[in-house]
């Protein structure tokens, strides 16, 4: 009886619980927006994804500001996240995207297929 009772709370807290569906990862800390920056009246989300490039010198430009993490970029050359002396590069390889230098690295940052 106590291995019934067992299983039926288990089932019961997987059901309460149940699991995510969403394919976008959970940001980890709450009411967080995903890292972003806006370019040329567009908006690109980063990717994660490090890009083994050197952007050209004239392509590469400083980034104007930091909105708050809870926000989304709305001005020129503006990002959602915390990086000293960010630059970053719009690249056009065939698709559009954006590089941005944090920690030594070209991180991609791509548009959202709507």
Not at 25 to 34: F, L
Not at 44 to 61: D, L, S
Not at 96 to 101: A, I, N, Q
Request: charged share 30%; net charge negative; proline share 7%.
């Amino acid at each position: 009886m106590r291995k019934l009772s067992i299983g039926i709370l288990m089932i019961g807290l997987f059901l309460f619980t149940g699991c995510s569906t969403s394919s976008e990862p959970a940001p980890e800390t709450p009411n967080t927006m995903q890292p972003a920056i806006f370019v040329e009246g567009e908006l690109y989300y980063t990717t994660g994804m490090e890009m083994p490039i050197e952007p050209a010198e004239e392509a590469i430009k400083k980034v104007t500001g930091v909105t708050d993490h809870r926000e989304l970029p709305k001005k020129e050359g503006e990002i959602n996240f915390p990086v000293e002396d960010a630059v970053y590069a719009r690249i056009s390889d065939g698709k559009e995207y954006v590089v941005v230098l944090i920690e030594s690295e070209w991180v991609r940052f791509e548009k959202r297929e709507e």
